[in-house]
């Protein structure tokens, strides 16, 4: 089944540098790739999600980069604030159909001191 | 309404009680999940139902029993639980559209097994 790996574990930033999240996966039919960022006593939130037919995609501060070939994607937060301080969990989704079947990363603690 | 919805927030149950945690959506949407999250650990997928029916169980033991009595609602019956059952239950949804989608979380229900 589908494996996805995480680094780093944690990761602390002064506010305004920018911060690098990787992952890797497995299983080579995986298609769907988002990243899901959770605040201490909440529920994770979908932050960025990428296809497999795309290569990156960006939203304001936010952007993802998947390369299929090496089986890697990152996360890329410019600008960071102390409101990214959170887990970061990347994810993988073999699945064919409609559903999703979410293998996620061990997450990464971000840690944005002002 | 863009919300998951879980009852009870907190349950505490002794390893002899029977118990249900409830989930509700009124977003349309035909996938729904069932996850379990340990401390500072990823959500791990325990069910998948997709329009009402089965399509994941990620051979979770059977003192966990799912329920989708229609669209809107998914049940986890709980009986002769372990203490190592204790975690963080999340319900999720999504569209299920032939191609997979964004999760859309609930707060969890906070299990302690005595």
């Known amino acids: 089944g589908e494996n996805v790996e995480q680094h780093p574990s944690t990761l602390s930033v002064q506010e305004g540098d920018s911060a690098v999240i990787k992952c890797t996966y497995s299983?080579?039919?995986?298609?769907?790739f988002p990243w899901y960022k959770q605040e201490l006593g909440k529920r994770p939130q979908l932050i960025i999600d990428?296809?497999?037919?795309?290569g990156e995609k960006k939203d304001q501060r936010i952007a993802v980069t998947l390369n299929k070939t090496a089986k890697h994607f990152s996360l890329h937060i410019t600008e960071t604030q102390p409101e990214d301080s959170a887990v970061y969990f990347c994810?993988?989704?073999?699945?064919?159909?409609?559903?999703?079947?979410?293998?996620f990363g061990a997450g990464t603690r971000l840690a944005v001191h002002p | 309404d863009t919300e998951v919805t879980q009852t009870p927030k907190h349950l505490v149950m002794g390893m002899t009680n029977k118990k249900s945690l409830k989930c509700e959506q009124h977003m349309g949407h035909r996938a729904m999940y069932w996850y379990k999250q340990k401390a500072k650990k990823p959500p791990e997928l325990m069910f998948v139902y997709s329009y009402e029916k089965l399509s994941i169980n990620e051979s979770v033991p059977s003192r966990f029993s799912p329920e989708c009595p229609n669209s809107s609602l998914l049940n986890l019956h709980l009986h002769a639980l372990q203490p190592e059952d204790s975690a963080l239950y999340l319900c999720?949804?999504?569209?299920?559209?032939?191609?997979?989608?964004?999760?859309?979380f609930g707060e969890g229900s906070r299990l302690t097994v005595l």
């Open positions: 990428i296809r497999s037919n795309v």
């Open positions: 999720a949804s999504s569209q299920d559209l032939g191609s997979p989608g964004e999760l859309f």
């Open positions: 994810a993988a989704s073999p699945t064919p159909g409609g559903y999703n079947k979410l293998i």
């Open positions: 299983d080579s039919a995986s298609n769907y």
